[in-house]
């Protein structure tokens, strides 16, 4: 037993003034003269028995009396710490889109916000709250009550050690406080950490794991272009269950809520499956998939956006050749031929591909413009001329940090070899042909580049027409002039893959879409003035931002930083016109449902509890911060004594 005011002990010191007065208050007997008092002895003494008796019993009901209220103003109680012990416990309710998951009473983050209300029911306990996008520190019980019935569904992962960090820093120093930790999630396996550092942290944790009636799911994982024509794209999805499975899920593909199609994904005893869309090139086309699943819903749907295809820009400086207009017709390419004394160098960046066509030397100027060509992820073609300087030629290529021309060899070869397998020629042909016309050239500047790929080989086994990746873009060279008195190259079949794939592969597609993260980068083909900014909107028009932007002469780059946090469609406006659509998805890895077992992280560490359910963690705690008062009872037994010294002094007999 202890007290909350144990100083009002001391009173108990003057429970020894009642007991001098009784033990000194003599009552004196008046004597009689009687000639026969024989019988009046007898009486006597058995009055002075009596008295006696009846005196010690009132002294002992009125030191009980007198006992029972100073203890019961002492406040006595049974509790495992004193009443001067304050309580500190942080709360971590994983909010990510797992807790979607259907449990006994319903979705698992919602039935959890509620059980915590519920069960949080001491008044003298600061509460603090983590989630996996905000912390709130000692809130009171009504504050609580209004952040867990507020919560949302949050994209952000968190691990262990990240919770039992910001554990540690609400952490409690005062004296006389305890401070306590529960951890509330379905710890998902993607979440695990082998070893999670509980060393850090004093508290005592208790962790509850919240367990889902099924964790089957069926979620759309990706969203891929498979091929595409100039007419269609067919569009690869990629559906995946959480358990092996022999299940069909419908399919839909919608076009701005328009119905476009419909299939069926079939698992063959496994957890994924594959699906194709045709979707025409015509228009901008903003996809969403959709299957039906009663598992999880953020991973129901899936976003994606389609540009129209744009034209692409392709630059021709020096010779004109007609095998070039005639391979970048006007309904693909916006194809210009410039020779270098009027080349517009303000037009260099806004280029997909510039071709170098048989130039005999590079001027500084142009050196200077291909370097930041290059940077900037442009794609270029160097075909040298008859009468290249060989020295302006090693200047351009060792600024651009690609090697050096070493000879110029003046005799006929046969180009003999294609590497089928290099990217710009994969998928290209139907099958594989080893012996056809080959054609030959009559000139060759042999080369050392660094990182270089073959692409066609002649049959010196020297490349013919070689590519070199750079850090942004790539860079293509030819070993040999194509006019018609060097070489018969532009009348062999094999130049038109060369050269369209040449351009195709210098456009960028655009992302299909965006994962939502805590940092985003976009980039935008546009141009914008010193004073205008880009902005983003979603489908709605309720949500609006300004996100960071760096701006360079044909692009601008936005960074998004927690901005996105819905998926769905978003518009990149410039003085309130649409410029472009994106598409934002959740993060998939959510929507593997196995989990990790407690156990399997905690081990045998010591102030580490587990419990089977948010009821009985908050019981553990309120039967420890528990005070069961004595007061009351003390007070009864006063008024208990009182009534028997009234019953004594009213019925004792004399």
């Given at each position: ?168 820093n609400l952490e409690s120093n005062k004296d006389n406080t305890l401070n306590k930790v529960i951890i509330i999630s379905d710890f998902q396996s993607i979440n695990s950490i082998s070893k999670p550092d509980f060393s850090k942290i004093n508290s005592s944790i208790n962790f509850v794991k919240l367990i889902p009636k099924t964790i089957n799911n069926f979620y759309i994982d990706s969203v891929s272009i498979e091929e ?345 406006l410039s003085e309130n016109t649409a410029i472009k659509t994106v598409a934002f998805n959740y993060n998939r890895e959510e929507s593997n449902l196995n989990t990790v077992t407690i156990e399997s992280f905690v081990g045998n560490k010591k102030n580490i509890t587990i419990s089977s359910s948010i009821t009985d963690a908050f019981n553990e705690i309120n039967n420890q911060q528990k005070i069961n008062w004595l007061f ?23």
């Amino acid at each position: 037993m202890q007290f909350k005011h144990p100083e009002i002990l001391y009173a108990l010191l003057l429970l020894i003034i009642p007991i001098l007065v009784h033990l000194f208050q003599l009552q004196r007997f008046v004597k009689v003269p009687f000639t026969n008092v024989k019988i009046l002895k007898t009486i006597e003494k058995q009055t002075r028995k009596s008295a006696r008796l009846k005196k010690w019993l009132i002294l002992i009901t009125r030191l009980l009396i007198f006992t029972c209220l100073i203890i019961a103003f002492a406040q006595p109680y049974f509790s495992e710490y004193s009443t001067h012990q304050n309580f500190n416990t942080t709360i971590y309710l994983d909010n990510s889109y797992s807790m979607q998951a259907k449990g006994e009473s319903g979705e698992l983050l919602k039935s959890a916000a509620q059980q915590i209300i519920e069960n949080n029911t001491n008044q003298n306990s600061t509460i603090s709250l983590i989630t996996n996008d905000k912390t709130f520190k000692n809130l009171e019980v009504k504050n609580l009550k209004d952040e867990l019935i507020n919560i949302k569904y949050h994209s952000n992962k968190v691990n262990l050690n990240t919770i039992l960090l910001k554990a540690q820093n609400l952490e409690s120093n005062k004296d006389n406080t305890l401070n306590k930790v529960i951890i509330i999630s379905d710890f998902q396996s993607i979440n695990s950490i082998s070893k999670p550092d509980f060393s850090k942290i004093n508290s005592s944790i208790n962790f509850v794991k919240l367990i889902p009636k099924t964790i089957n799911n069926f979620y759309i994982d990706s969203v891929s272009i498979e091929e595409s024509s100039t007419s269609n794209t067919i569009v690869k999805v990629i559906v995946k269950s959480s358990q092996k499975s022999t299940s069909s899920v419908p399919i839909s593909l919608f076009n701005n809520s328009k119905l476009i199609g419909k299939t069926t994904s079939k698992f063959i005893k496994s957890n994924s499956s594959t699906v194709q869309f045709t979707i025409p090139n015509s228009a901008n086309f903003n996809g969403e998939i959709s299957l039906i699943d009663n598992a999880l819903q953020f991973d129901n749907n899936f976003f994606f956006s389609i540009s129209k295809p744009e034209k692409i820009d392709v630059l021709s400086i020096g010779n004109t050749s007609e095998f070039l207009s005639r391979i970048y017709t006007e309904s693909e390419f916006n194809f210009i031929v410039t020779p270098l004394q009027n080349l517009n160098y303000n037009k260099l960046q806004n280029q997909h591909l510039i071709i170098l066509n048989e130039l005999e030397n590079i001027p500084t100027e142009l050196i200077n413009s291909m370097q930041d060509y290059s940077k900037n992820g442009g794609s270029l073609v160097i075909i040298p001329s008859e009468n290249s300087t060989i020295n302006s030629y090693n200047s351009f290529l060792q600024a651009l940090n690609l090697g050096k021309i070493t000879t110029k060899i003046e005799a006929e070869y046969k180009i003999t070899t294609i590497n089928y397998e290099h990217p710009l020629l994969k998928d290209v042909f139907e099958k594989r042909v080893d012996n056809f016309q080959y054609p030959k050239t009559n000139l060759q500047y042999t080369t050392n580049l660094k990182n270089s790929s073959s692409i066609v080989t002649m049959d010196n086994i020297l490349p013919f027409i070689s590519s070199i990746k750079t850090l942004n873009g790539t860079i293509y060279w030819i070993s040999s002039p194509l006019n018609n008195k060097i070489s018969d190259f532009t009348q062999s079949p094999l130049v038109v893959p060369v050269f369209y794939n040449f351009a195709k592969k210098s456009l960028k597609t655009t992302e299909l879409y965006y994962t939502i993260k805590p940092e985003i980068n976009i980039e935008v083909k546009t141009s914008i003035g010193k004073d205008n900014i880009l902005k983003i909107q979603n489908e709605s028009a309720a949500l609006e931002f300004i996100p960071m932007q760096i701006s360079s002469q044909n692009k601008v780059t936005l960074t998004l930083n927690d901005h996105i946090l819905q998926s769905g469609f978003y518009t990149i406006l410039s003085e309130n016109t649409a410029i472009k659509t994106v598409a934002f998805n959740y993060n998939r890895e959510e929507s593997n449902l196995n989990t990790v077992t407690i156990e399997s992280f905690v081990g045998n560490k010591k102030n580490i509890t587990i419990s089977s359910s948010i009821t009985d963690a908050f019981n553990e705690i309120n039967n420890q911060q528990k005070i069961n008062w004595l007061f009351k009872w003390f007070l009864a037994f006063s008024v208990l004594f009182l009534l028997i010294e009234m019953l004594i002094l009213k019925y004792f007999n004399k």
